[in-house]
């Protein structure tokens, strides 16, 4: 073949005399892995035969059958573009088998790899075993320094399953650690069969594996050949066909296993004490790497779950509002801690999804469609109503595909629960006071964390801030729904029809705190006055309802007696003091009579109504004296003022005037340049659109108004 075949078109094209000039076998294949070149040492070592062949399987022809398997991986990895150098049992031209020094690497044509190239050199001398070793042990050497520098788990892993696996001549590297007291995970692996780190995504500590001995036993591992790999782990899934050789190294600090580094050789491969020595010194630098890692990355994590607890605390209690307290609860840690959580509440006996949310907007009403389409059984023995039942969380470290087919209901249901590629869950009740509210499920995804024990003590610290905040929130909710239905009961939904007057009110709870103190009405007088008021009671909730209620009451009361604006306003002071009133109220009452023409108002320190003229400016009807009820001690003035037909009298709560860091008069002179709009027809129409204009769609107080206006003839 030396002189009569090329390169079959590869790029590599060295001058074929000074390949036949080397001492050391040089042979090429292609693609398929045929035989397409050999230069004059190839011919010489491996015999006249192979040189008279025109293409054929190299694999087959130059190595030993135990050693064919090996070399076809080998073939494979540097077809892929690896590179891999380490010893084989090879065909030489005496019909023997001997091990050989190979050397083997891809040969590219257009940035493709188009073959590959092998050297083989026979060791003849002790002395040519030694420079093998000690290149063999330079190469490890350089992977000790970058363990020393390395900063993260997959850092460390990248090192062990690239860098230590080429150096020590594997063509098989993996890197596993303990996750808990009986389970390995893979961190990284690097060549073997497809789809080997799926199914070797986790393992158990107790399986017949060499890596889960070494971590058993706490002692290297040294398996030469496949019959003995088959006689001590009859069931281990081999990287290739034929001999093969592994090396497990437990990674120990202490006496304490963290892990272990598996190398997997093809052929079978004869470590002497010097290279097994160094590998094993090598383990020892890879677990104080890990160990350096996992001690700070922990100390990072508790002070980070430190400082998030601190900021969760304030968090959860910046807001009484019960949707938004579970809205909170459930993105408060993804996906900073989970990539998505989901919150159960007990109703009626059932666990009910409330919330949700998850690291991926897209897939939140996915997590919600499967907390609603597939619910757990009350009485599966694991999950939501469990631990709901015991009190006690529930964590699956690692979700293997075999546990997502188990727990699946159906092929939908499998299918959607591998699309949100679990990896890790963990369930925490939501206790208060010794009883559960519900639970908390987090997940972690597949480039999530792993949760541990530890993570579960974090869980149920933020478990136990969140039910209490959800608690409270819960009660403030039933208590504003209690306070808001005293509220609606008490305020007239629609005013009465009056003849002679053209009646509007704007009323707008905040809806975020609570019912408020907002309160409003007018009274036809027999003699065919009309009487009106709004008031406002400081604060919110049911006491602040239920104090606007018995004001309402007293007002409408105090008016059947004697609507006389001065004698109403001292009746009120008695029915203050007579119910030992702790909240403060304001209130405007005054009383339009038609026949006279005019309307007298009192004030007990609320904002002065405006008398808005079809022709004038709006003007303040405002009185000398305007004590809040309560006080007592003087006197309030009665104010009286013309008022005829077209003309509008605008009553209103702070609400609508004030502004966050803005002086109450700025607001009132935004109003009085607006209330121009009161002017024309429909009145409602009108105040609906003043209050949309001059109103704080931000504000956190209520807004009551209400205006007046008297027929024209």
């Known amino acids: 073949m030396a002189g009569s075949h090329d390169l079959g078109g590869l790029a590599w094209h060295p001058d074929p005399r000074l390949l036949d000039s080397l001492h050391v076998a040089v042979v090429a294949f292609d693609l398929d892995g045929s035989l397409t070149y050999l230069n004059g040492a190839a011919t010489t ?96 050497a350089a992977v000790t320094t970058d363990l020393l520098f390395a900063e993260s788990i997959e850092a460390v892993t990248r090192i062990v399953t690239e860098h230590m696996t080429r150096a020590a001549s594997a063509t098989v590297g993996s890197l596993s650690l303990l996750v808990d007291d009986e389970t390995l995970a893979l961190m990284g692996i690097r060549g073997g069969r497809e789809g080997v780190a799926s199914r070797w995504a986790t393992y158990s500590l107790n399986s017949e594996t060499p890596a889960a001995e070494a971590v058993r036993t706490g002692r290297t591992l040294l398996i030469s050949g496949s019959a003995e790999i088959q006689n001590r782990y009859p069931d281990l899934e081999t990287a290739a066909e034929g001999e093969r050789s592994i090396v497990a190294l437990p990674l120990l600090v202490a006496s304490r296993a963290l892990g272990v580094v598996t190398l997997s050789f093809p052929g079978r491969r004869v470590v002497d004490a010097a290279e097994l020595q160094f590998l094993s010194i090598l383990a020892d630098t890879c677990a104080q790497a890990i160990d350096r890692i996992q001690a700070v990355g922990e100390a990072a994590d508790r002070e980070a779950k430190l400082r998030f607890l601190s900021e969760a605390s304030v968090e959860l209690a910046t807001d009484l509002d019960y949707e938004a307290t579970l809205r909170n609860v459930a993105e408060l840690a993804v996906p900073w801690f989970a990539d998505w959580c989901a919150i159960a509440l007990e109703a009626d006996g059932e666990l009910r999804t409330t919330s949700v949310a998850h690291a991926n907007p897209a897939n939140q009403e996915l997590v919600m469609d499967l907390q609603t389409k597939y619910p757990i059984s009350p009485d599966a023995p694991r999950g939501g109503y469990q631990v709901f039942r015991s009190g006690e969380s529930d964590l699956i470290p690692e979700i293997s595909d075999e546990l997502l087919a188990a727990s699946a209901q159906d092929e939908e249901h499998l299918a959607v629960l591998r699309s949100l590629h679990f990896r890790s869950a963990m369930v925490v009740p939501l206790k208060v006071s010794g009883r559960s509210i519900g639970v908390i499920t ?79 009405d007018v009274i036809p007088l027999n003699d065919g006055r009309l009487a009106f008021f709004v008031g406002d009671v400081m604060g919110r909730g049911v006491e602040a309802a239920s104090v606007m209620a018995q004001m309402r009451s007293a007002v409408r009361t105090l008016a059947a007696i004697d609507p006389q604006p001065a004698t109403l306003m001292r009746g009120l002071d008695r029915v203050f003091d007579h119910l030992h009133l702790e909240q403060l109220v304001t209130v405007v009452y005054g009383v339009a009579d038609p026949a006279e023409g005019t309307i007298e108002l009192i004030n007990a320190g609320h904002p002065c109504p405006l008398l808005i003229s079809p022709t004038l400016a709006a003007d303040e009807v405002a009185g000398v004296d305007t004590l809040i009820l309560g006080v007592g001690g003087g006197e309030r003035t009665v104010v009286t003022r013309p008022f005829g037909p077209g003309e509008t009298l605008l009553l209103f709560t702070d609400g609508l005037i004030e502004r966050r860091n803005e002086h109450l008069g700025r607001g009132m002179e935004r109003l009085a340049g607006q209330a121009n709009l009161l002017n024309g027809p429909v009145l409602a129409d009108r105040l609906e659109a003043l209050v949309k204009e001059i109103a704080d769609p931000d504000s956190d107080d209520d807004i009551a108004a209400l205006a007046i206006r008297m027929s024209r003839a």
């Not at 399987?57 to 190595?63: A, C, D, H, N, S």
């Not at 050693?67 to 590179?83: C, F, K, N, P, Y």
Request: proline fraction near 6%.
């Open 442 to 520: 987090w997940v972690a995804g597949e480039h999530g964390r792993r949760f541990t024990e530890e993570d579960v003590k974090f869980g149920e610290d933020l478990a136990r801030r969140a039910a209490v905040a959800i608690d409270n929130a819960q009660l403030h909710s039933q208590l504003r729904d209690v306070a808001l239905r005293l509220q609606r009961a008490v305020l007239p939904e629609h005013l009465p029809p009056v003849p002679g007057w053209e009646l509007a009110v704007q009323y707008h709870p905040a809806g975020r705190t609570g019912a408020g103190g907002d309160f409003y």
């Open 45 to 140: 070592l491996f015999g006249p035969v192979l040189a008279r062949a025109e293409v054929s399987t190299g694999p087959v022809l130059v190595f030993d059958d135990s050693d064919v398997g090996a070399a076809d991986e080998v073939l494979g990895l540097v077809l892929s573009g690896g590179v891999w150098a380490g010893d084989l049992a090879m065909l030489l031209a005496s019909g023997e088998s001997q091990v050989v020094s190979t050397s083997w690497s891809p040969v590219h044509r257009d940035g493709k790899v188009a073959g590959a190239v092998l050297l083989a050199e026979p060791p003849t001398t002790s002395d040519d075993q030694a420079r093998q070793l000690a290149a063999r042990l330079s190469r490890l």
